[in-house]
């Protein structure tokens, strides 16, 4: 991957061309990205970008790399929107880091209007450069925020997506693990992990709209206290299930706010 992306060719034409001599400004290159990756250096900061959902997206330090477990949520948005929302469906991406989900699910449904929150000015910049980069900039609201603090809203969310730090802070990694590389503030998730999703939850069942669902990533190890506190903050009001990603791993929390009447969204 590194060769590819300091050579400009694809592993095709790497396998085809294996006996030619590469420049020597490419044989430097790669030798300071070798060694960075030996430090444990994920190669999405190596090469500046990642693939995600069929895209790519342009990722810093500044963002958490994204991970393919992710994409399991955005597949249970969409078919839950697909099915139940409204042709115009108002979304809400809490912790939008490099804006994976908020750009994925804007390009998926073209008609959908998202605001994509973050607490760091640095993610927004990427994730506005991801949103324009896939033409999706102009149905995308930015703000910097606190979860929910980042502004008031007219209307509730007929889906709300997180993903939230979910690491407990002793379990965080030190390098050469990748993920001592990423921003702490995109990993910590306080003493059980569920710090942020705590508050988070503490605000969702007013800005949720009947009938509507939030879809909140977790570890494995944390998806079954995350659904415990869900249930606890919507009541009867709610249905919260557990998804399993493609490992077959608790991963993903679903609340399903219960409609008013029957039928779709309003």
């Not at 760091?120 to 102009?138: F, K, Q, T, Y």
């Not at 979860?147 to 690491?167: D, T």
Request: net charge neutral.
């Amino acid at each position: 991957m590194l060769l590819e992306y300091v050579s400009g060719h694809d592993r095709a034409w790497l396998l085809a061309h294996g006996n030619d001599e590469a420049p020597e400004r490419a044989r430097t290159l790669l030798d300071r990205l070798v060694a960075e990756r030996t430090r444990g250096v994920p190669i999405a900061y190596l090469t500046g970008s990642a693939g995600f959902y069929g895209r790519r997206f342009d990722v810093t330090r500044d963002v958490l790399v994204p991970r393919p477990e992710t994409e399991h949520l955005i597949e249970l948005a969409l078919a839950f929107l697909r099915e139940c929302g409204p042709p115009e469906p108002r979304i809400c991406d809490v912790g939008t880091g490099s804006g994976i989900i908020a750009v994925t699910l804007a390009c998926e449904l073209p008609r959908a209007h998202v605001v994509a929150i973050d607490v760091s000015p640095a993610a927004l910049v990427v994730a506005e450069r991801n949103a324009r980069v896939h033409a999706a900039g102009a149905r995308i609201a930015f703000q910097r925020g606190d979860l929910f603090e980042a502004a008031a809203y007219a209307e509730p969310f007929h889906c709300i997506a997180a993903n939230l730090p979910y690491v407990r802070n002793a379990e965080l990694k030190a390098a050469p693990d990748s993920t001592a590389f990423e921003p702490r503030v995109a990993l910590a998730g306080g003493p059980d992990g569920l710090a942020l999703y705590r508050r988070l939850l503490a605000r969702s069942p007013g800005l949720l709209a009947a009938g509507g669902a939030m879809f909140l990533e977790a570890g494995p190890d944390t998806a079954d206290a995350l659904a415990a506190l869900a249930g606890a903050a919507f009541g009867v009001s709610a249905r919260v299930l557990v998804h399993r990603d493609y490992a077959a791993r608790e991963r993903v929390v679903e609340v399903r706010a219960r409609p008013l009447t029957k039928g779709v969204l309003p």
